[in-house]
């Protein structure tokens, strides 16, 4: 299947029907064992691909910058918030982190924190509801202003509020960029 820039495609399937399994190859979790994967490749006339990058000519670190990933299982790392909302984009300024935690709608949840933006993750996260993770690792995404955007059931964790307010969040997110959504 092809997929433009700028595209947003959902990938729909039972499980086990190899959803997460394109996605994997995309980001070179593995390698294909046959087939290609191009990126900002074009079609010709009779359908053939023309152009485009192979990323397993790339490096992973220069494939990874390129991709924001958030997932059902969203981690967040010993530090402050701030630490983890810059982990995609370390020479992120604060004021750009505040940027896009207020075009995604989460910066007033996360000045709402004991310590806002300051406040300490405990291990893996365990201090955070669900939904207070799942939000932090979408804003960690859009802070990271990655070119190609994958969402692996990044909402099925949470309560429906939560729910809402991340499915406002995944608008901004999904502005002039590529999508994936499972």
């Given at each position: 299947?092809?997929?433009?820039?700028?595209?947003?495609?959902?990938?729909?399937?039972?499980?086990?029907?190899?959803?997460?399994?394109?996605?994997?190859?995309?980001?070179?979790?593995?390698?294909?064992?046959?087939?290609?994967?191009?990126?900002?490749?074009?079609?010709?006339?009779?359908?053939?691909?023309?152009?485009?990058?192979?990323?397993?000519?790339?490096?992973?670190?220069?494939?990874?910058?390129?991709?924001?990933?958030?997932?059902?299982?969203?981690?967040?790392?010993?530090?402050?918030?701030?630490?983890?909302?810059?982990?995609?984009?370390?020479?992120?300024?604060?004021?750009?982190?505040?940027?896009?935690?207020?075009?995604?709608?989460?910066?007033?949840?996360?000045?709402?924190?004991?310590?806002?933006?300051?406040?300490?993750?405990?291990?893996?996260?365990?201090?955070f509801s669900a939904g207070e993770r799942q939000l932090v690792t979408i804003t960690r995404a859009m802070v990271a202003e990655p070119r190609i955007l994958i969402l692996d059931e990044a909402t099925s964790a949470v309560?429906?509020?939560?729910?809402?307010?991340?499915?406002?969040?995944?608008?901004?997110?999904?502005?002039?960029?590529?999508?994936?959504?499972?």
């Amino acid at each position: 299947f092809r997929v433009r820039a700028g595209e947003t495609v959902a990938l729909v399937g039972h499980t086990g029907s190899g959803k997460t399994s394109i996605i994997s190859l995309l980001a070179r979790f593995y390698e294909p064992q046959e087939g290609q994967i191009r990126l900002d490749a074009e079609s010709g006339p009779d359908g053939t691909v023309i152009g485009g990058h192979d990323p397993l000519k790339h490096t992973l670190a220069s494939l990874h910058r390129q991709l924001g990933i958030v997932t059902q299982e969203n981690f967040l790392f010993t530090g402050s918030i701030m630490d983890n909302l810059k982990f995609g984009r370390p020479e992120a300024t604060d004021e750009e982190v505040f940027s896009a935690a207020r075009r995604l709608g989460t910066h007033e949840m996360l000045s709402r924190l004991p310590e806002g933006y300051s406040t300490l993750v405990g291990e893996r996260g365990a201090n955070f509801s669900a939904g207070e993770r799942q939000l932090v690792t979408i804003t960690r995404a859009m802070v990271a202003e990655p070119r190609i955007l994958i969402l692996d059931e990044a909402t099925s964790a949470v309560d429906p509020q939560t729910e809402r307010v991340i499915q406002q969040a995944l608008e901004a997110l999904f502005a002039r960029r590529t999508s994936f959504v499972i």
